[in-house]
Nanobody, 126 residues
Framework: QVQLVESGGGLVQAGGSLRVSCVASGLPFSRYAMGWFRQAPGKEREFVGGISWSGSKTYYADSVKGRFTISRDNAKNTVYLQMNSLKSEDTAVYVC???????????????????WGQGTQVTVSS
């Protein structure tokens, strides 16, 4: 059974930092492209960033570029999202997603991900 479990969300002041994690089980994690998405109340789900299975490639939405960093530890089946210089508009539920890939790809589209976590709430107070 495949599971993606996020943790590390919480309340942080604007300008602060937070790191959220996603632990995967039940799948060959080192062959999975991973992505982070977020959804704020009343808004569409938004792609935040993605990382290839090797970790050598990353891609970010313009809204977070230069502030957020995605990394992974394949030995721990974990992908991380380091968020710095947080803004109130970053408030959302952050969800990780995974997709088995044959090459070192990154997907930016939600439809291409097969597995999803439940999400972790990140709230940025201004």
């Amino acid at each position: 059974q495949v599971q993606l479990v996020e943790s590390g969300g919480g309340l942080v002041q604007a300008g602060g930092s937070l790191r959220v994690s996603c632990v995967a089980s039940g799948l060959p994690f080192s062959r999975y492209a991973m992505g982070w998405f977020r959804q704020a109340p009343g808004k569409e789900r938004e792609f935040v960033g993605g990382i290839s299975w090797s970790g050598s490639k990353t891609y970010y939405a313009d809204s977070v570029k230069g502030r957020f960093t995605i990394s992974r530890d394949n030995a721990k089946n974990t992908v991380y999202l380091q968020m710095n210089s947080l803004k109130s508009e970053d408030t959302a539920v952050y969800v990780c997603a995974g997709d088995y890939v044959l090459n070192d790809h990154i997907w930016t589209t939600a439809d291409l991900y097969d597995y999803w976590g439940q999400g972790t709430q990140v709230t940025v107070s201004s």
